[in-house]
């Protein structure tokens, strides 16, 4: 990206924004300051103020066990950067199509931004629902199969710290547990590795979700089947869905897991004149 443009509106500091964002990759998630400094070619300091602004903004946040800054899934705003970032629909994409020709049901990929979870990828068939879901929707996390796939995957004091954050989502679910039957909820969730919610969010809404894994095995992602619960019951949703569900989970984290390991060509950024 050109730091000086062609003509006289042309924002600098703008520019310099979009390159921080930009220098994060699926080779590199997780970025120190010195890292970014290094890939953008900006001083330290610039890079710093850089940072910390689009953190404040909810684009960046601290990588947990202080490993630098990561991108947040509020960087759907601004376009499809962050899911290109992770590769996440491109290796996703044939297998979501194939479990919901399986299911004959919409299935959706979403990462977690604080108490919600924030949908990044899907495959959707046209069907009357209670709330519409499209890239960049937000829920409460607590409330939704995927959601609760994600709180699982933290540490429990981790997922009360973050569930003790408002909601941006601007939606009152149903289902509102005390701490108890939240914690034991998701105690079951990380036992079992599966998530189901039955309208806890909205009436009329069922489904049923699965972690997606790197290749490390952490969990970066979960991946649902959503029907309608008038027309679904448990026990299909369980016995017939959620075996295909696992297979294709078990598919993308696998494909996932080879593409992190393609050599990635790095380019030296030019030293500032």
């Known amino acids: 990206m050109p730091r000086e443009g062609t003509g006289p509106d042309f924002i600098e500091a703008l520019a310099r924004g979009l390159e921080v964002i930009t220098a994060f990759a699926p080779h590199r998630p997780a970025?120190?300051?010195?890292?970014?400094?290094?890939?953008?070619?900006?001083?330290?300091?610039?890079?710093?103020?850089?940072?910390?602004?689009?953190?404040?903004?909810?684009?960046?946040r601290a990588a947990s066990g202080g490993g630098g800054f990561v991108l947040t899934p509020r960087v759907l705003e601004l376009g499809v950067a962050y899911v290109r970032s992770m590769g996440l629909w491109d290796v996703a994409r044939p297998h979501m199509e194939e479990l919901s020709g399986r299911t004959g049901e919409s299935c959706s990929i979403a990462q977690l931004d604080g108490p919600d979870i924030v949908y990044v990828a899907r495959v959707a068939v046209p069907k009357i629902v209670t709330l519409a879901v499209q890239i960049g929707t937000r829920f409460p996390a607590l409330q939704t199969s995927l959601g609760k796939v994600l709180l699982a995957a933290l540490a429990p004091e981790e997922a009360g710290a973050v569930l003790a954050e408002p909601s941006r989502s601007g939606l009152e679910p149903r289902w509102r547990p005390a701490p108890e039957e939240r914690d034991?909820?998701?105690?079951?969730?990380?036992?079992?590795?599966?998530?189901?919610?039955?309208?806890?969010?909205a009436r009329g809404i069922r489904s049923v979700a699965v972690p997606l894994r790197d290749g490390t095995g952490r969990v970066v992602a979960a991946l649902n089947v959503n029907t309608h619960a008038a027309e679904t019951s448990v026990e299909h949703l369980l016995d017939h869905h959620l075996p295909l569900l696992l297979q294709a989970a078990g598919e993308i984290s696998a494909d996932f897991a080879r593409l992190e390991t393609v050599p990635h060509v790095t380019h030296a950024a030019q030293p500032r004149g």
């Open 31 to 60: 970025m120190s300051l010195s890292e970014v400094a290094a890939a953008t070619g900006l001083a330290r300091p610039t890079a710093r103020r850089i940072l910390l602004t689009l953190q404040e903004l909810g684009y960046v």
């Open 184 to 201: 034991a909820e998701l105690r079951q969730v990380r036992a079992r590795g599966w998530a189901l919610t039955d309208e806890q969010l």
